[in-house]
């Protein structure tokens, strides 16, 4: 069992290498290695609509250019009725009282979203727990369907793991900014992030 997972580590950790060598040479790469990470599905008709935090700093008091993106893909979705709720998720933000589902709140009330439309999932520290707290909202409400919106790359591992926890989900990719040389050089960062944590999840059994 433990050579097993050895050998999965070292294909990952092979993997990894891979992606950081081709992203060093190959200019513009990122549009390429990208796709395999998203899922991008057309929304339909659900009982709720999840949009999964990520990003918010500790130094700043907005969301960022990408999470803002997660957002308004979510406000648009309920804006065309496909879902009557929202869930914003997302936990503490490290050394602060804060945690990203008020960030993410406050975004969206500003959007004219009302409040009672809005529900706050604010205990998860990753993607796993964002998923595992929703579904409870989800249970207590009753719901059976939800739209999950985040960023293009975050997409795939996110569906997975509703889909491994047996939540009908459909994935919707939000775009990320890229007009800036530091939100590409972000971007770079987050898919290679992307990747490490696909690896990591999958070892773990969570996808």
């Known amino acids: 069992m433990k050579t097993k997972l050895w ?12 992606i950081v060598l081709a992203l060093a040479v190959f200019d513009g790469l990122d ?5 395999p990470l998203i899922t991008n599905e057309a929304p339909q008709k659900s009982d709720v609509i999840i949009i999964l935090g990520g990003g918010v700093d500790k130094d700043i008091q907005d969301t960022g250019p990408a999470v803002d993106q997660r957002l308004d893909k979510g406000i648009e979705l309920w804006q065309n009725e496909y879902a009557s709720y929202i869930i914003v998720a997302g936990g503490l933000v490290k050394k602060t009282n804060y945690t990203e589902a008020d960030e993410l709140l406050e975004y ?10 809005i529900i706050k999932e604010s205990k ?12 409870e909202i989800m249970k207590q409400k009753g719901w059976q ?9 975050h997409t ?3 569906c997975q793991i509703f889909r491994k ?10 775009s990320v900014p890229q ?7 972000e971007y770079f960062r987050a898919i290679l992030r992307e990747y490490a944590a696909t690896v990591y999840y999958w070892l773990k059994g969570y996808i």
């Open 7 to 18: 050998i999965k580590i070292l294909l990952g950790l092979l993997f990894f290498t891979w």
């Open 165 to 174: 926890l047996k939540i009908n989900v459909k994935c919707v990719a939000a």
């Open 124 to 135: 998860s520290l990753n993607t796993y727990e964002n998923a595992i707290f929703s579904q």
């Open 108 to 117: 969206t009330l500003e959007k004219g979203v009302p409040a009672d439309k």
């Open 31 to 35: 549009n390429l290695i990208v796709k």
């Open 145 to 153: 369907t939800a739209l999950v919106t985040t960023s293009d790359y």
């Open 179 to 185: 007009d800036r040389p530091s939100y590409k050089l």
């Open 156 to 158: 795939k591992r996110a």
